[in-house]
Structure formats: C-alpha cells, structure tokens
C-alpha cells in the first residue's frame, strides 16, 4: 500500500447531489461507502468537508452580510456536513471522530495535532471541521493545512470532475485533462484547482495533492490504490 496515512478533501456542493441544495442522503450513503472501503484497506483517513452547500461567507457578504459573521456562517456549514458524515460512516460501521476548529463541545472534541494523531491511530476516520476556524480561508486551505499538520501523504481531494483540466471542463469542451502537473505549472498558468494559498502551503510542505472525480462511485479505492485515474500534483 503505498499511502499509509491520507487527507481527504470533500466538496460540500457535491453533498447536494442533484437535488441542489442542503444534503442528498444517497451522495451521502455513497461517500460513507467509498470511505468504509479504503478503511478497510487499512490506510488512516482525515478528512475536511466544505460548507458550499449550505452557506459560503463570500456569496454571503454580496447579499450584505458581514464578511466575518458570514464566514462563520460558513465555518458552521462545515460542521453540518461533518455532522451528516460522522453519522452515515457511523451507521455503515465505520468508527469516526469529529473534531472542530472552533470549540463547541460536546458537537466535537476541540481540535489539536496531538488529539488528531492520536484518533488516526486509533482506527478513527477522523472528520476535522469548521475548516481553520479563521474568517477568510476556505475549506481548501484548512484541508492542505490538516494534511500538513497530521503529515498525510497525500491530500485527495474529491471533486466533479476527473481531474485538473487545461480550462473548466464543465465550461470549455476543448479541456484537456493532466495526468500530472506540478505545483508551479499550476500556480503560472493560474488554474483554478484550489485556491492560491492552499496550492502554496502544499507546495511549500511538499504535500503532494492527487484531484479526482469522487462522485463516481469506486473511485477513491482506485486512487488510493495508485490508479492513475485523476491528477497528480508534484513538486
Ligand atoms: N470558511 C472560512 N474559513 C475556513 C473554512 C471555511 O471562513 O477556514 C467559510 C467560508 O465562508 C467558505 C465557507 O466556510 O465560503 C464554506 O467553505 P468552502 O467554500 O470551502 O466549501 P466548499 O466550496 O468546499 O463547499
């Protein structure tokens, strides 16, 4: 096995299915099978999940909101969808943990690297929500920095699409995918993947990242098996 220890990055929007809003319970259902099967391979799992299904502070401040109250609006969007998460691992038979950025016992237990570390060795999937617990950042920057923190090594992060594209596949039809691409690659030709300062902190802590389409089901047992199916991110 060649990963023994993964940060995984969910997307809230994905949670919605296709129903476009608030929580599809299949999505859901499917992710906590996918889950309880790369746990079974005995790799530990960390893992971050948006909140842009519910509430992101950036649309939040155009309809007025205050910028901060409407992150930490977005902050807790994290922590229902942890919430939903935990529950539907837990229902599968999967032991999980949540711990949150921002202390709000007994929703989780208040994060730290120690009590991170000690969860994953523990056979916890451990879900890390309400992203860095700071206004400003979004859950990609708080999944590179968790991956960083409890030394994962990878980051996956699950998204709609295979991989990283020369331009918006969902946009552009002439998009091409990469089967590799480096940090710099990324940042020089400003594509959109993560935002710049998640991109950074990885590149930085040489986290590699490996983008991949998790809403096809089966296909996070195949990247953690090393199937070149999405993009990988190197140095
Ligand atoms: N957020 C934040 N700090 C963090 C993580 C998230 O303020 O460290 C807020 C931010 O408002 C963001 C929202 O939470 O818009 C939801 O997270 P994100 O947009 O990353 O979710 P995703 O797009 O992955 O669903």
Not at 42 to 60: C, Y
Not at 68 to 96: E, F, R
Not at 143 to 149: A, F, K, P
Not at 155 to 172: H, Q, S
């Amino acid at each position: 096995m060649k990963y023994k220890r993964i940060l995984l990055k969910l997307s809230g929007e994905s949670l919605m299915g296709a129903q476009g809003y608030g929580i599809d319970e299949n999505r859901l259902s499917e992710y906590a099978d996918q889950i309880k099967e790369i746990a079974g391979l005995g790799v530990q799992i960390g893992i971050v999940i948006g909140g842009g299904n519910i509430f992101r502070g950036l649309s939040g401040s155009k309809k007025g909101f205050d910028r901060v109250k409407g992150d930490q609006m977005g902050m807790l969007a994290t922590v229902i969808n942890a919430l939903a998460l935990n529950s539907a691992l837990v229902a599968v038979g999967v032991k999980s943990k949540v711990l949150t950025a921002i202390r709000m016992e007994p929703i989780g237990e208040f994060y730290s690297k120690d009590k991170a570390i000690e969860s994953l060795n523990a056979g916890y999937v451990t879900i890390f929500a309400a992203g860095t617990g700071c206004p400003y950042f979004t859950t990609d920057t708080g999944s590179s920095l968790r991956g960083i923190e409890i030394e994962a090594d990878a980051m996956f992060k699950g998204t709609r699409v295979d991989g990283i594209y020369t331009a918006d596949p969902e946009k552009d039809p002439t998009a091409t995918k990469y089967d590799d691409i480096s940090y710099d690659e990324i940042l020089r030709q400003n594509l959109k993947v993560m935002d710049l300062s998640a991109t950074v902190m990885c590149r930085d802590n040489n986290l590699p990242i490996v983008v991949f389409n998790m809403d096809k089901v089966g296909n996070l047992k195949k990247v953690i098996l090393g199937e070149n199916i999405g993009t990988y991110v190197h140095p």
